[in-house]
């Protein structure tokens, strides 16, 4: 069992960032258990210490599978500071879908991102990457310059967060 106190002392946040990304992950996946989808959701997994983190990288933050019973990969990501209600007032023409360091070392996977309400998403699929747009913004995250890659917001679609 990792020491929690001593994680925080290293990595500053790391475990809170992992909890409260739980909520937003939890609110699309029961969107699609609602729908009927299947879906995993990986146990957490919390590493002892910074030098550990490739090892604990994951892979997606669910899967889910539909009708067609293949399993698909998703990662969610919560825009606290953004609450759209719809495409119209996403105040982007793009959005954003990871660092790029992360999509080209594990390929793409369906991406969430949710407003800060927990009611509203885009999904980018991966089929729109050929149309995705690398660039370099600044990361307030990370506090440094990083490379990102953002998907044109007509290719994504919109989906409400449902809880029943």
Known sequence: MPNLDQIDKDDPGFVADIIKSETSV????????????????????????????????????????????IWRKAEVKHRPDLDFTSPEDFPFPTV??????????????????????????????????PNWVKVEKYDTHLKRKSSIYECPKHLCRFMPITYA
Do not use: M, W
């Open 26 to 69: 939890f609110a699309v996946a029961r969107t699609f258990i609602a729908q009927g989808a299947d879906v995993y959701i990986p146990g957490r997994a919390i590493r002892s210490h910074i030098e550990d983190r490739s090892l604990y990288a994951d892979s997606c933050d669910f899967e889910f599978r539909g009708s067609s019973k």
């Open 96 to 129: 954003f879908v990871d660092r790029a360091h992360k999509i080209e070392t594990r390929g793409p996977t369906t991406t969430f991102i949710v407003n800060k309400s927990l009611t509203f998403c885009f999904i980018i699929r991966p089929d729109t990457q």
